[in-house]
């Protein structure tokens, strides 16, 4: 039985979005570029007054959120990014997401240059392993993705450390800016759809 239909099992009020941000959890991640989908819920909980609390059950930092009258699951899964499917998978099912469509996934990607946002529904995971562990958790790869981006390293082979960085002041600066677009990104698609919202932030220059 997939995890949607054991979703639509459960009793009391489902979820409307599930919108996950990925990342590494710890302090020696604090502020790096794989962590920027952590950052983007947790700008989302802020600016909703809401605390992201601990839950074990689903392996992930939580807070549940109103955004234009929908119920939404904010969360940070507190595996780290090559187990996010492992968070992810109990969210899901937990709180009655049964459409796909309805699950956003906020994480980092190295080919949009630093600063840049793009959403895009379903597709590979183009070698992020967070995006891989939800896929094969989920058995699905039809969510919706918003992805910040990062821009590459100098050289092809540092990609690794590269995102596990802290970014000079000058990139920064253009994360920050990929954040907010996040943040409103994750509202756009909620309030709007995805098909309207990717009109709007898709094609926006820097």
């Known amino acids: 039985m997939s995890v949607f ?17 990925l990342g590494n959890p710890g302090d020696k991640y604090l502020g790096s570029r794989h962590n920027l989908g952590y950052e983007v819920i947790e700008k989302l909980a802020e600016m909703q007054r809401a605390k992201l609390e601990v839950s074990r059950p689903a ?5 549940v959120v109103d955004f234009f009258g929908l119920r939404c699951i904010l969360a940070c899964p507190t595996t780290y990014m090559n187990l996010s499917g492992e968070a ?4 899901i099912r937990n709180n009655g997401v049964t459409d796909i469509s309805r699950v956003i996934v906020v994480h ?3 080919d949009l240059e630093p600063g840049r946002v793009k959403i895009k529904r379903g597709g590979s995971s183009a070698g992020h392993n967070g995006l891989k562990s939800i896929s094969q958790h989920l058995k699905n790869d039809e969510f919706i993705r918003i992805r910040v981006g990062v ?14 960085r802290r970014p000079s002041p000058d990139d920064r600066s253009m994360l920050d800016r990929g954040v907010e677009t996040g943040v409103e990104a994750a509202r756009l698609v909620i309030e709007d759809g995805v098909d309207l919202a990717m009109n709007e932030i898709n094609g926006r220059q820097l």
């Open 5 to 21: 239909r054991r979703a639509a099992q459960r009793r009391g009020t489902p979820a409307d979005y599930l919108v996950v941000g």
């Open 59 to 63: 392996k992930a930092r939580v807070a």
């Open 88 to 91: 992810v998978s109990p969210l």
């Open 108 to 110: 980092d990607e190295l």
């Open 151 to 164: 821009g590459k390293p100098p050289h092809p082979d540092q990609g690794k450390n590269w995102v596990l």
